[in-house]
């Protein structure tokens, strides 16, 4: 188990990270999630020893490792631009660190060989230069490498960033894939929220060098602590007050307070009316819509709010500009910060 | 000490350290015993007189007409030199990479040939052909009885000598400016309706204009320093450089010696000064993302055209017949030597044979490349192991005054660094551990070593800042040691840099004679004091005749280490390694951008 605990790191009078804390579980596939410059690589090279904490610990099974050097930590780590040396081939490159625990010959061919399989690397691949193959294909490498010596732990600082996005998408299913059938720890490092509510188990979104909320990538999204959080992960509406008035006269009175800050998902506004009868109907009119294939989007007036709304497509339904209509909003999705 | 004191001392690697805090008292034992006691003592030997602070040698030296001259006789030359060596260097790069002038690249092949064909090489070669006993001198002599044989001497041959050698940085950055004009620009300016020399004078000096004053600048400060060329051709004409070499064997005339130093140091300096400001102000090349390469300007008044090229063409010849000439008598015998006659019945191998079967011919080249390979190798070695202290620590104050200290042999002149040495370690002194310098046969390879650092340094430091630093996070991660992952990651990816260095290093002092003929052993003569020595001997045709195979073999050499550096060779070593294709590419050190070194050899010595 890893537990980090009151975490701080400086550069000079510049605090990167504060007060930051978390626990992962072994097998667990961890995600620091936020934008750039918020902590999250700052983290991430702590625990692997690259920056020394100006407070704080990182201990691992019960062991405080900040001062063990990089090189005795027995992590592996992945890097954003993968890192591979360029003057070894696929397969030196994989066998690196095994070559450093003076493991035999046979020893290292066996698990390069195993390795190869795991990330699908075919063995006339394996004597190629790292500079001969693809993004894709050096991403395979930088991973084979990374799991070489069998850490229990594995950093990943934004992998899949380099890639498009259709490479990504499946290489993100493979990384999952690795972790499951390998049991190793992952702490995954990314900005890419979709990527992180896909493959982690739990998230903890930074801001500004802090941790703004940990949790599954569910009660993230459906339960959002902080307003920056609800931003940040997915598509939210941010409800005017005249709508939050006509929520509140229209359900328990001033459930919401008018003051605070309010927010619902676009997936959760409904065009008819929802098997709970708690909805608010409400009338709107339909500004624009976008037809993307398998859903379409609406922008909608109601009263001093503009709503975006998803609709799955059904093939059936068109919905004209300046249409009027009635729109549903369940009260328990609206999302409420501050006031 | 408990067992956990004992894991904490093991897990902070202290004694892994310990090679470290070594490097570093070696650091600085260099930097205080070579880099800057010598050279405080050069300003206590002027000024500190019996005890006491004197100022007697600027009195002297003003009552010296043959200082007072010399000085005056180097600021003549390097403005001179400006002029004429700026107007050359722009009309050939002009002509070869702007104007579409017909047979451009035979053209840029004869005015390239100074890259080569330089230092006392060059010198020689133009003695070869205008000297008292050069082909040129004969061929006039027979027309012209009652000319002067000695015709070619004084300040017109220097500044003639100097200005077609110094032309080699135009054909560097010049054209590399030219080359990196967007097309785009010229026929924006064309369609606004500019004509062809509008175009040249609004749009393309002005884009090149910092790149010029740089080149202003260094024409100025090789004039300012010239060694060979005076020596050689100058006869009456006597410049700072040799007569600092005269006064120091004169120990009555030593503190002129070093107040000229002094003076030529202070020049430098300014000049330096000037050219970084100069660069700070940044360039005008494109700023188009889709910038599209020059194309040949056809110049279209026919009489224009025409004068263009026969003018590239005469200057062709003037840069490649003393080449050629040279190249070809090298394989003459004695006779034809001697009677500058080109026959196939005089062909022969035999200068060869001599120059490898004669122990005191084949001498000075083993020698030269000995010192200059020796300390090519430890200069590279030396600054990779500084430059990655500097690196590791950018944001300590000391590194980055180690850094400076080590570009001190760009501020001053190599003479002013030898006569620094040799006041300092003219006895046996502790700081050498009871060594002396002068006399000995390590203390000239030890001046082209310590010549070399700054520009190594400045190489090798760009060579890490192009280096992924992830390599070494990701090596360490995977448990490697410091050390390891400096020899097996770091190192293999600064190896086509280190070897292009030491190349480079080793081609610039092969033929050095501003610094042999300050220190060498006399036992152990280089290729610079013997070229200078048989070209001295001016009617010894044996002397000729080894000075010309000397010149062929430099420039075979020369040519090799290019080739190496920056032609096939390279990119054959890169695919080797697959740099090439990665992120971050480490390449050899690009002449082209070192635009602002003062390490660009003086190409009329050799040296710097």
């Not at chain 2, 003076?263 to 005008?284: D, H, P, S, W």
């Not at chain 2, 188009?288 to 200057?315: D, F, M």
């Not at chain 2, 190496?564 to 992120?583: D, L, P």
Request: glycine fraction near 6%; proline fraction near 4%; charge should be neutral.
């Amino acid at each position: 188990m890893i537990e980090i605990r009151d975490l701080q790191i400086k550069y000079d009078d510049f605090i990167a990270i504060n007060d930051v804390n978390f626990e992962i579980k072994e097998g667990e596939f961890f995600t620091l999630l936020g934008p750039s410059g918020c902590g999250k690589t700052t983290t991430l090279r702590s625990i692997a020893g690259f920056l020394k904490p100006s407070k704080g610990s990182i201990n691992v099974n019960g062991k405080n490792i900040i001062n063990i050097p990089v090189e005795k930590r027995e992590l592996g780590m992945i890097f954003q631009s993968y890192a591979l040396f360029p003057t070894m081939s696929v397969y030196d490159n994989i066998a690196y660190g095994l070559k450093i625990e003076k493991r035999s010959k046979s020893q290292i061919q066996e698990r390069v060989l195993e390795l190869a399989d795991l990330v699908e690397l075919n063995e006339e691949q394996l004597q190629k230069n790292v500079s001969d193959l693809s993004g894709g294909q050096q991403q395979r490498v930088a991973i084979a490498r990374a799991l070489a010596k069998k850490p229990n732990i594995v950093l990943f600082d934004e992998p899949l960033s380099n890639l498009d996005a259709k490479l990504r998408k499946q290489l993100r299913l493979e990384l999952k894939r690795i972790q499951r059938e390998t049991g190793m720890t992952a702490i995954y490092v990314t900005h890419d929220q979709d990527e992180a509510l896909e493959i982690s188990d739990h998230i903890a979104v930074f801001n500004d060098g802090k941790i703004e909320q940990i949790g599954t990538p569910r009660e993230i999204y459906d339960h959002s602590a902080t307003e920056f959080v609800c931003n940040f992960i997915g598509e939210a509406n941010s409800i005017g007050s005249d709508l939050i008035q006509y929520i509140n006269d229209h359900t328990d009175k001033n459930r919401f307070n008018p003051e605070a800050k309010h927010y619902i998902r676009e997936e959760k506004i409904k065009l008819w009316v929802p098997s709970n009868s708690q909805a608010v109907p409400i009338n709107a009119t339909v500004v624009d819509g976008v037809f993307y294939g398998t859903f379409s989007t609406y922008i909608c007036k109601a009263l001093d709010t503009t709503l975006r709304i998803i609709v799955k497509e059904d093939g059936n339904t068109t919905i004209d500009s300046k249409k009027e209509l009635t729109i549903y909003i369940d009260p328990k999705d609206i999302l409420e910060y501050g006031g | 000490m408990n067992s956990s004191k004992i894991t904490k001392f093991r897990e902070s690697n202290y004694l892994s350290k310990i090679p470290f805090y070594l490097f570093c008292i070696f650091i600085a034992w260099f930097i205080l015993s070579l880099l800057i006691l010598p050279n405080i003592n050069v300003l206590v030997d002027i000024f500190w007189v019996d005890g006491q602070l004197s100022l007697s040698a600027f009195d002297r030296l003003s009552r010296s007409d043959r200082a007072i001259r010399a000085v005056l006789n180097s600021f003549l030359l390097a403005s001179v030199l400006t002029i004429t060596v700026n107007i050359v260097g722009t009309f050939i790069v002009l002509a070869t990479e702007y104007f579409d002038i017909k047979g451009a690249k035979l053209l840029r092949v004869g005015f390239m040939s100074t890259l080569v064909f330089s230092g006392m090489v060059l010198n020689n070669g133009y003695l070869y052909v205008y000297g008292q006993n050069g082909v040129l001198t004969n061929l006039l002599l027979q027309v012209f009885p009652n000319m002067d044989p000695n015709w070619f001497t004084g300040f017109p041959a220097v500044l003639f000598v100097m200005t077609f050698a110094c032309t080699t940085n135009h054909m560097l950055f010049l054209r590399n400016g030219v080359k990196g004009l967007d097309n785009n620009t010229i026929e924006a300016a064309k369609n606004l309706g500019s004509n062809q020399w509008q175009v040249l004078r609004q749009i393309v000096f002005p884009t090149l204009f910092p790149v010029i004053i740089t080149l202003v600048i260094m024409s100025f400060q090789l004039g300012l320093g010239a060694m060979a060329a005076p020596t050689m051709v100058g006869g009456e004409f006597e410049t700072i450089s040799p007569l600092i070499l005269n006064f120091t064997q004169r120990p009555a005339s030593r503190d002129l010696a070093a107040l000229l130093s002094i003076i030529l140091g202070f020049a430098q300096i300014i000049l330096l000064i000037v050219m970084t400001r100069n660069e700070k102000k940044g360039n005008f090349m494109s700023i188009s993302k889709t910038k599209t390469r020059v194309v040949k300007q056809k110049i279209e008044n026919p009489v224009l055209n025409g004068i263009v090229h026969v003018l590239a063409y005469v200057l062709f010849l003037i840069y490649l017949i003393p080449l050629v000439l040279v190249v070809l008598f090298s394989f003459m015998n004695l006779q034809g030597i001697s009677q500058s006659i080109l026959s196939l019945e005089y062909f022969t191998l035999d200068n060869y044979a001599d120059i490898l079967s004669n122990r005191s011919n084949f001498g000075p080249l083993l020698t030269s490349m000995v010192y200059s390979g020796g300390a090519a190798v430890l200069a590279v070695l030396f600054m990779i192991l500084v430059a990655r202290l500097v690196m590791k620590n950018k944001k300590n104050k000391l590194a980055e005054w180690t850094e400076y200290l080590f570009y001190i042999p760009w501020l001053l002149p190599g003479l002013m660094i030898a006569l620094g040495l040799i006041i300092s370690y003219d006895s046996p002194s502790l700081l050498l551990f009871g060594n002396s310098v002068v006399g000995s046969v390590w203390i000239l390879p030890l001046i082209y070593l310590i010549m070399m650092l700054p520009s190594t340094l400045r190489y090798i430091k760009g060579a890490y800042y192009s280096f992924d630093n992830n390599l070494e996070d990701a090596s360490r991660i995977l448990g490697s040691s410091s050390i390891r992952t400096f020899v097996q990651v770091i190192l293999p990816a600064l190896l086509p840099t280190a070897l292009a260095l030491v190349a480079l290093n080793f081609n610039n002092f092969l033929a050095d004679y501003d610094l042999s003929a300050f220190l060498y052993h006399p036992a152990y003569p280089t290729l610079g004091i013997a070229i200078r020595k048989n070209a001295d001997a001016a009617n010894n045709v044996n002397a000729a005749a080894v000075n010309l195979v000397y010149s062929v073999i430099i420039m075979g050499v020369s040519a090799i280490m290019f080739y190496i550096v920056y032609g096939r060779g390279s990119k054959i070593g890169e695919r080797k390694s697959g740099i090439k294709k990665s992120k971050k590419v480490i390449k050899a050190p690009v002449i082209e951008t070192g635009i602002g070194d003062t390490g660009v050899s003086d190409p009329t010595t050799g040296g710097k």
